[in-house]
């Protein structure tokens, strides 16, 4: 059975940098079916997609956050990560990592989550 | 980008059909997925590629799609089933969540 496990620090202060880690097991994260995504989701609000990873590095991300935002990957320890910078009050959020399947050759759906993790950003 | 439009909220009896819509300009030429989202978890995917339904969901969970609307309907509402219900498509330069419709079952 795969699974996800967020991974960081659950406090950042006001203009520093986020940085979590996604841990999959039960499966690789070099398969050529799946990226692997991160997505967010705000105290009583919805959901918000942050970007995606393919086990190559190639990566989507979301418009409105892409000039703070890097994903990468590490296929030896079947990692990926999210490094967010310039973080305000804003970016509180439960952060969720999530494989995503393809449909011609597009990341598509989200089909296995990770439980989530609470990052609060306050000095 | 482009955006998924949802009804904040929907409310149905126990045992009624709930219906919840979701709509987009894009979504003629994309696939749509929906997610429960239940308090304190993380969402899980009930309907993919519009209208098929992952391994484990129940038969209850149904998707449609017409136009720019799809439309995620609940057959036999049961209790369990009230939860936050998400819609999600992609395209070329990303994914999109819709706002979210809280289901309360009455």
């Known amino acids: 059975q795969l699974q996800l496990q967020e991974s960081g620090p659950g406090l950042v202060k006001p203009s520093e940098t986020l940085s979590l880690t996604c841990t999959v097991s039960?499966?690789?994260?070099?398969?050529?079916?799946?990226?692997w995504g991160w997505i967010r989701q705000p105290p009583g609000k919805g959901l918000e997609w942050i970007g995606s990873i393919y086990y190559s590095g190639s990566t989507y991300y979301n418009p409105s956050l892409k000039s703070r935002v890097t994903i990468s990957v590490d296929t030896s320890k079947n990692q990926f990560s999210l490094k967010l910078s310039s973080v305000t009050a804003a970016d509180t959020a439960v952060y969720y990592c999530?494989?995503?399947?393809?449909?011609?050759?597009?990341?598509?759906?989200?089909?296995?989550w990770g439980q989530g993790t609470l990052v609060t950003v306050s000095s | 980008s482009y955006e998924l439009t949802q009804p904040p909220s929907v409310s149905v009896s126990p045992g009624q059909t709930a219906r919840i819509t979701c709509s987009g300009d894009a979504l003629p030429k994309q696939y749509a997925y929906w997610y429960q989202q239940k308090p304190g978890q993380a969402p899980v995917l009930v309907i993919y590629k519009d209208s098929e339904r992952p391994s484990g969901i129940p038969e209850r969970f149904s998707g449609s799609s017409s136009g720019t609307t799809v439309t995620l309907t609940i057959s036999g509402v049961q209790a369990e089933d009230e939860a936050d219900y998400y819609c999600q498509s992609a395209d070329s330069s990303g994914t999109v969540f819709g706002g979210g419709t809280k289901l309360t079952v009455l």
């Open positions: 999530a494989r995503q399947g393809i449909i011609a050759a597009r990341p598509e759906f989200f089909d296995y």
């Open positions: 039960g499966g690789s994260i070099s398969s050529s079916s799946y990226y």
